[in-house]
């Protein structure tokens, strides 16, 4: 079995040593690099060109907002995560608008904390149910001084029915099952939906739902 390549960015030495002690252990992930500060995480990760990348937000020497976006300028395919000890709504939405596809805890049970990288991993952009909800609400309410981004957007009606489960908080596989259709069939829909808004995650496209009434509050 192939292991997925894992990169660990934090400034913490005990902590960063701690969490790329868990997920080393995992069978079916490795530790290929690690960096203690976002000025370094750049030049560390196109060297080794991790298939995830699990980055603490606040650094010195760089914090990690600037990392993920030097990062996914130079490596637009690369997934990032984003790693904190807090829930900050204004943390939250720049951690997405950086580019981020996932927001966790440092608190998280150490098992349920696998669960996540995991689903990350096989490609499911995934966040802490604890926050996922404050974070769309902060990209919402922050996303109108784009409305005309997207305002006269049209989508196949089977984009829309894509589109407001995403605003729905449903994954992947989720919306799949309520659609009666491939799950990557809905990854396809999911994309031509990101590429018409110009959004780069599902998170900007859930708020987009969300403030153009596609879903229910």
């Known amino acids: 079995m192939e292991k997925a390549r894992l990169m660990v960015v934090d400034d913490h030495a005990l902590f960063r040593s701690a969490l790329a002690s868990l997920l080393s252990r995992?069978?079916?992930?490795?530790?290929?690099a690690e960096a203690d500060s976002g000025g370094d995480a750049l030049k560390i990760a196109e060297e080794h060109m991790p298939d995830l990348i699990l980055m603490d937000i606040n650094m010195t020497g760089g914090d990690g907002l600037e990392a993920t976006r030097a990062i996914k300028s130079h490596l637009p395919y690369a997934k990032i995560c984003m790693l904190t000890a807090s829930d900050d709504d204004d943390l939250l939405f720049e951690a997405v608008r950086a580019g981020a596809q996932g927001y966790l805890l440092k608190h998280m049970d150490p098992g349920a904390f696998v669960d996540e990288v995991r689903r990350?991993?096989?490609?499911?952009?995934?966040?802490?149910?604890?926050?996922?909800?404050?974070?769309?609400?902060?990209?919402?309410?922050r996303a109108k001084s784009s409305e005309s981004q997207g305002g006269d957007t049209e989508f196949t009606g089977r984009e829309m029915e894509v589109l407001?489960?995403?605003?729905?908080?449903?994954?992947?596989?989720?919306?799949?099952?309520?659609?009666?259709?491939?799950?990557?069939?809905?990854?396809?829909?999911?994309?031509?939906?990101?590429?018409?808004?110009?959004?780069?995650?599902?998170?900007?496209?859930?708020?987009?739902?969300?403030?153009h009434g596609l879903v229910e509050e």
């Open 120 to 141: 990350q991993i096989q490609g499911d952009p995934v966040i802490s149910e604890e926050i996922a909800a404050k974070i769309v609400k902060a990209a919402a309410a």
């Open 164 to 211: 407001k489960l995403v605003g729905q908080g449903l994954t992947n596989r989720e919306i799949a099952q309520q659609l009666d259709i491939a799950e990557n069939t809905v990854k396809n829909h999911l994309r031509n939906i990101l590429q018409k808004l110009h959004f780069e995650n599902r998170v900007q496209a859930a708020a987009y739902a969300i403030r």
């Open 26 to 32: 995992q069978p079916d992930m490795e530790i290929v």
